[in-house]
């Protein structure tokens, strides 16, 4: 909403500097985005009347004028504009002047005769023809204002004022006007404020013999105030008007329509013109539209209605959208004769589903949808009665038809100063809270001092957002002052800590960037192109995804179902970025549909990815191994993972160097090298490895606090092993062999060497181990080790190992 | 043997005399003293001896042994001494070569101040819960007092899965799930992911996280509002951080405010960084609507509560003076290597 300050000191005389009015008003809940002076970026443009005007000697296009500018003696400027003669009043930009847009004007030669300036346009001023619709757009704006010669321009054709755009909140339709805003400044200053009221004389003459109206759907439209004017002078509407519209932000158009757009910005109530020729039957019905009925609109597009709208019809067809817009043929047009003005309150959310299904937003339909007070209707009305008699623009019919009628006054609510001192900390006298009020226009009527009749305060009908004690507090504070309110620290005791799940989620967090990863953050939703791109099979179940109906695009248009694709393009941009090497880690959430019309499951995903550094299989396994140490996850048990691992991500990876790590059985995390072919999908010149843990699961495998094992009083026994068998036989398989073998005493097996190649067999690998036993009672003797030894090599030979 | 003795003493001073390194020093231990050296040798021939000549011999012979073995000793520390000098001299580094550093991974910024928030409110006694991001209508907006059709949901352009699902808009759903699952006095802070349909550019994101902290007692009061919000942006600001609350609209709090914070830029003269204001736009607030309270089976008249939601992001941008909220979401190493 943009406020004309000088509309806005017709009903409360403001004397305080612009900058300090936005800011009180802002802090009595009146938000101020900003402020704007008109003419603030004109500067020395004067008015100049032309004493004469000549050929220039050189050129056929321009002319040299001799100008009047209230100086001494009048100065020379030469132009090119075809539309100036001597005697013409003009805009005229000194030397050193500056228009808008920064344009800055010097003196100067043109073909070789002086320029001490220039004579300027409507467009060179910031102005439209609908600013000054006598002047013409391609020549010298010929002033036709009441002005005098060597005036400022800013004043001479009003360029004067200062509009503030204030930020309306969706509850305060009724600041959505200049009278509402006259009304919170008041307030905010303890001014009086005088707001209007409207008188028109008018002709004789039975509305009722001209104009019939029906409201068909009183739940959708409690009021509709129809009057007449006839024998109407369609013109532009006088500067005054036009300048406090253009102060607005509304476009003049002429002075009928100018007329229902003035009252919409003062009084906050929409209204409507209709030509009386394109009211067949001379009724006016408010009612839902027939399915299939259309409209043209006066924007020229045709309209499909439905029948949950609300129409404004004759006895054929709907002529507007109730509160939206009007119909193409109901506008007012050049020879218009008669005119009827519609003031009514039509329901709120039908008029904002209406405009949303039509995809029109108007002045009108963004103060209906708030929900309009229908007391507001007559005064509107009245007021646009009034300005066309001021202007003269037509003669207006002394009586109106007011279907629907004044409303009923708003229920009063609880006036308690003590309860309203309670809810806000605060000890704010009853007196106080009153005046507050009172200047808001609410009637307060003050409680029995003994307590036996409650206060009551009834809030003023255009106050629709008043319902009960809290709204009551808000008014209150809000005149007192926020900040004046004393903080008070909350009392009582209270006990909290963070659940099971954060827990987890921050000891994974610690771990992860203990083991050098870089944590990251990216969106939840991705492009289900995202699938594609690390191979997904067509039937995998992850395929299936939340999918937004309005995404911003298709990139960000289904929630994932896989936090690993996020990682692989952090990957890819960290690697397009030129950064050598990578290490990163992303506790996200995976979203899993469920059945229709639920929600999905959000667990918590660990996602890991690296690059570079020597990075390879083995590291990534390190780090996923450290992770589940940290949180105390025992036997994690790691096999090849084929498509059937639990995880259909395996199509990511490298079929030969991805593994999957189970806990009790169940796959609880998959690591591995990217596939070659993925790899080249991303760009990637290098071998990249990825990981994903399903954190949330590991909530129920996370171990309890560690417990203190004694440090060994007795002495280790070492033994190394070296062994020859398949390369297909798994070192985990040989580690379980030894471990069984071994028996209790068995403290670490450490695998130090894996060899292939020269001196070994084809198919073949050498695999060495050091073996580390104790016992807690006892130091192992070598007796006791070399039979451990023995049943090792025994277990192991089953298998057709050969121990060397 | 007498003079061959003194004849050894002479010789290997003059030994010892040339010696400059352990080995060279060994091997004159060996020559001298070791067990087929010369001193051995020489006393080996004492036997031949009459028994009047052998003391005097052999204390001739203890002498120089022992004049031999304490030359040798101190030649030995003189030897150990330099060349502990040498090694330190030839050691030495130029210290101002860069430091070989293990990896270190970081913490995300906003995760740093996410746990920093966190941890405040946990010492204030508030619990850390959390809620969906998929989540039903009647959560974001309905039991929020924001009813189908209400003008306030244009304000939060929202995410739709279906006609009843959508993607969160604001944490303040969780509110609603806490005071149905819990009885006052309720205590909570619940961050999350939220969604809005706004393009992304240096202010906006369609992801974005809040903070929501929702306090529901008796005799809670809007003076508490203030003292924990200046208790909280002291603590995470600093004692010279200063709040200015403005009233505003929020259809699930009343009275609602928006909350400013000082400018962190110019200290409250106006910069750029507040757009001349001096203060810099935080969080919304309010006391929350009766209407919420009963819509979540809480008797409004036994019961108030306030609540607030605070911007991840732009705590963290003001905190660490970043000026683009895209690079908290592009997770390029050399800005997030910054923390």
């Given at each position: ?40 970026d004109i500067d020395r443009v004067v008015?100049g ?18 100008v009047?500018v ?5 100065i020379q400027i030469v132009t090119g ?10 805009p005229v930009a000194l030397d050193g002047s500056t228009l808008p847009g920064g344009v800055h004007i010097k003196k100067g030669k043109l073909r070789g005769v002086e320029s001490n300036g220039m004579l300027c346009?409507?467009?060179e ?680 | ?339």
């Amino acid at each position: 909403m943009d406020l004309s300050m000088k509309w806005l000191s017709d009903y409360v005389k403001i004397d305080v500097p612009v900058k300090q009015f936005c800011y009180d008003l802002t802090m009595t809940g009146s938000k101020v985005e900003g402020y704007k002076t008109e003419g603030e970026d004109i500067d020395r443009v004067v008015v100049g009347k032309l004493l004469s005007v000549v050929p220039h000697e050189n050129s056929d296009h321009l002319v040299v004028c001799q100008v009047d500018v209230g100086a001494a003696e009048p100065i020379q400027i030469v132009t090119g504009a075809s539309n100036v003669k001597a005697g013409d009043t003009v805009p005229v930009a000194l030397d050193g002047s500056t228009l808008p847009g920064g344009v800055h004007i010097k003196k100067g030669k043109l073909r070789g005769v002086e320029s001490n300036g220039m004579l300027c346009s409507l467009g060179e001023l910031g102005l439209t023809k609908h600013d000054f619709p006598y002047a013409i757009e391609d020549g010298i704006f010929i002033i036709q204002e009441d002005c005098k010669i060597g005036e400022d321009i800013r004043s001479a054709i009003g360029l004067e004022d200062t509009s503030v755009e204030f930020e309306i909140t969706s509850n305060r339709p009724d600041c959505l006007s200049v009278i509402g805003l006259a009304r919170e400044a008041a307030a905010t200053y303890a001014l009086p404020f005088n707001p209007p009221a409207p008188k028109y004389t008018g002709v004789a003459g039975d509305i009722n013999e001209k104009l019939k109206v029906v409201i068909e759907n009183n739940q959708l439209c409690k009021r509709y105030i129809g009057g007449m004017v006839r024998n109407v002078k369609i013109a532009p509407s006088p500067r005054w008007l036009r300048e406090r519209l253009r102060a607005s932000g509304v476009r003049p158009i002429n002075n009928l329509v100018d007329i229902t757009n003035y009252v919409m910005l003062e009084y906050g109530q929409p209204m409507h013109a209709f030509d009386a020729r394109f009211i067949v039957g001379n009724e006016i019905h408010v009612r839902n539209a027939k399915a299939g009925e259309t409209i043209t609109t006066l924007d020229g597009t045709v309209r499909e209605l439905s029948p949950e709208m609300l129409v404004i019809a004759d006895t054929e067809k709907p002529v507007a959208v109730a509160g939206v817009m009007g119909g193409e043929y109901s506008g007012i047009m050049g020879d218009t004769v008669d005119v009827i003005f519609e003031s009514a309150a039509f329901d709120g959310a039908s008029v904002r589903r209406t405009s949303k299904k039509l995809g029109m937003r108007t002045d009108s339909s963004a103060r209906f949808e708030k929900g309009l007070d229908p007391a507001g209707c007559l005064p509107a009305i009245l007021r646009a009665f009034e300005l066309v008699e001021m202007l003269g623009c037509g003669e207006v019919l002394n009586t109106y038809i007011d279907c629907g009628g004044e409303p009923k006054k708003r229920e009063p609510v609880k006036f308690d100063p003590d309860w309203i001192n309670s809810f806000l900390g605060t000890d704010i006298p009853e007196k106080d809270m009153i005046t507050y009020l009172e200047r808001l226009g609410f009637e307060v009527r003050k409680g029995d001092p003994l307590g036996l009749i409650d206060g009551k305060v009834i809030a003023p009908s255009f106050r629709v957002d008043i319902e009960c004690e809290a709204d009551i507090a808000e008014e209150v504070a809000r005149f007192y002052g926020y900040n004046n309110i004393v903080g008070q620290p909350l009392t009582g005791v209270a006990n909290a800590s963070l659940s099971d799940r954060q827990k987890l989620r921050r000891k994974l967090e610690s771990a992860c960037i203990a083991l050098g990863l870089t944590q990251i953050e990216t969106f939840s939703f991705i492009s289900p192109k995202y699938y594609d791109k690390i191979k997904l099979p067509a039937d995998s179940k992850l395929r299936n995804s939340v999918t937004i109906t309005n995404p911003l695009g298709e990139d960000t248009s289904v929630m994932r179902t896989t936090v690993l694709p996020s990682m692989c393009e952090t990957l890819a941009r960290n690697y397009n970025y030129r950064n050598t090497e990578a290490a990163l880690f992303e506790l996200g959430t995976e979203y899993l549909p469920t059945e229709p019309d639920k929600l999905p499951n959000e667990p918590d995903r660990l996602s890991i990815g690296m690059y570079g550094n020597g990075a390879d299989f083995f590291t990534i396994k390190g780090i996923v191994e450290e992770i589940f140490a940290a949180v105390s996850v025992d036997n994690v048990e790691y096999s090849a993972a084929g498509a059937d691992c639990g995880f259909d991500e395996a199509s990511m990876f490298h079929p030969g160097r991805v593994a999957v790590a189970e806990v009790g059985g169940k796959p609880i995390a998959i690591l591995g090298e990217m596939h070659p072919d993925v790899a080249e999908v991303y760009g990637f010149g290098t071998r990249v490895y990825c990981a994903k843990i399903n954190a949330a699961e590991l909530l129920e495998y996370a171990g309890a606090e560690r417990t203190y094992k004694p440090l060994p009083k007795y002495p280790a026994a070492t033994r190394d092993i070296s062994l020859v068998c398949d390369d297909e036989l798994p070192v985990a398989r040989i580690e379980k062999l030894i471990a069984g073998a071994v028996g209790n005493v068995l403290e670490k097996i450490r695998l130090f060497d894996v060899y292939k190649g020269e001196q070994i067999a084809g198919g073949k690998k050498s695999v060495a181990f050091s073996i580390v036993m104790r016992s807690a009672d006892c130091t192992l003797t070598d007796e006791q080790a070399d039979a451990a030894m023995k049943r090792i090599r025994k277990a192991l030979e089953s298998v057709g190992a050969e121990v060397r | 043997m007498k003079q061959a003795l003194e004849k050894i003493e002479l010789l290997a001073k003059a030994e010892l005399e040339k010696i400059t390194d352990a080995e060279q020093l060994e091997a004159f231990r060996i020559r001298f003293l070791g067990k087929k050296g010369e001193l051995t040798s020489v006393l080996k021939q004492m036997a031949g001896l009459s028994a009047e000549e052998r003391p005097i011999v052999g204390q001739i012979a203890n002498r120089v042994r022992g004049g031999i073995e304490a030359e040798l000793a101190e030649k030995a520390a003189q030897l150990k001494a330099e060349t502990a000098a040498r090694r330190l001299r030839e050691e030495r580094l130029d210290v101002t070569l860069p430091g070989k550093a293990p990896r270190l991974g970081k913490a995300h910024p906003m995760d740093s101040v996410m746990h920093e928030i966190e941890d405040i409110f946990i010492g204030m006694g508030f619990d850390i819960v959390e809620g969906p991001e998929v989540e039903y209508d009647y959560y974001n907006f309905e039991a929020l007092n924001i009813p189908a059709d209400h003008p306030a949901r244009d304000t939060q352009d929202t995410f739709f899965i279906t006609d009843n699902i959508l993607l969160r808009s604001q944490t303040s759903s969780v509110q609603v799930h806490v005071m149905e699952d819990r009885k006052p006095p309720i205590r909570i802070l619940s961050p999350g992911r939220v969604y809005r349909s706004d393009a992304i550019d240096a202010t906006h994101s369609p992801i974005f996280h809040q903070i929501e902290c929702l306090v529901v007692d008796k005799g809670i009061t809007m003076a508490n509002l203030v003292g924990t919000l200046d208790t909280v942006m002291k603590r995470l600001y600093g004692e010279e951080c200063k709040i200015r609350l403005r009233p505003h609209h929020f259809p699930f709090t009343e009275p609602s405010a928006e909350v400013d914070i000082l400018c962190f830029n110019c200290g409250g003269k106006g910069c750029a960084m507040c757009k001349g204001e001096g203060y810099v736009e935080l969080l919304g607030a309010g006391m929350v609507h009766p209407k919420v309270l009963a819509n979540c089976g809480i008797d409004p008249n036994e019961y108030s509560g306030f609540a607030f939601g605070l911007g991840l992001e732009r705590v963290t941008m003001g905190k660490y003076g970043i000026n683009d909220l895209r690079l908290l979401y592009e997770n390029d190493l050399r800005f997030l290597g910054q923390f």
